[in-house]
């Protein structure tokens, strides 16, 4: 049995059967009713051949789109874990700080997804700040709520760049002095100061 052509040999076909019939359009002076008869088949044709290479054309996208659209979703979904795993790492490791140094929660004013959050906190006498997401809420439960516009929930203006750089600058103090760790009565830590740098929070027999 004869393999059936394929929709590009059809195309193909088509396409010089409409030449083949512009080429067959009279000479001289003929009735202008044959010549647009004519015409029309020959565009008939023509577009047949059009349409049949675009099906053609869709069929092997079709054939190939399965595959790579699987593979670039399953790459997509694995970018995404992993960046879902590094802002929970960072969560936690936020969550450690918070839970050392006076901060508080509050909703985040400037996200507008639900559930999302800002911490405050203090160390070194300089503020930080975070944003965190619903999905890391319950890491924070224990850190103090508030409104936005409590004082304590006031952004400083400080830059993502300054924020690290105050953490460099209270780590290499604290790498050159002895660290005093102020706790309250229930355990909750309430300041951690150096010997050479005491807050208000510091009671005289911390020295």
């Not at 044959?34 to 290479?53: H, M, P």
């Not at 619903?134 to 400080?158: C, I, K, M, Y």
């Not at 009565?185 to 010997?195: D, F, K, L, V, W």
Request: aromatic letters at 4%.
């Amino acid at each position: 049995m004869a393999t059936p052509p394929n929709y590009r040999q059809l195309a193909e076909r088509n396409l010089d059967q409409a030449t083949a019939q512009l080429g067959t359009l009279p000479n001289g002076r003929v009735p202008s009713g044959e010549v647009l008869a004519c015409s029309a088949k020959a565009q008939a044709v023509a577009t047949i051949a059009v349409a049949q290479a675009l099906i053609e054309i869709a069929d092997a996208i079709q054939a190939q789109t399965p595959t790579d659209t699987n593979d670039r979703l399953e790459a997509l979904a694995a970018a995404l874990d992993e960046r879902d795993q590094a802002y929970r790492e960072r969560a936690h490791l936020i969550a450690w700080l918070a839970a050392l140094h006076p901060a508080v929660i509050a909703p985040a004013p400037d996200v507008d997804d639900p559930g999302w959050q800002i911490l405050y906190l203090t160390a070194g006498g300089s503020q930080m700040s975070w944003h965190i997401a619903s999905t890391d809420a319950e890491l924070f439960a224990d850190v103090e709520h508030v409104d936005p516009d409590d004082p304590r929930a006031q952004w400083d203006g400080h830059t993502t760049g300054q924020k690290y750089e105050r953490i460099r600058q209270h780590v290499e103090a604290l790498n050159d002095n002895t660290v005093v760790l102020v706790l309250g009565e229930h355990g909750e830590p309430i300041c951690t100061c150096t010997n050479d740098q005491r807050c208000p929070a510091c009671p005289p027999n911390t020295a």
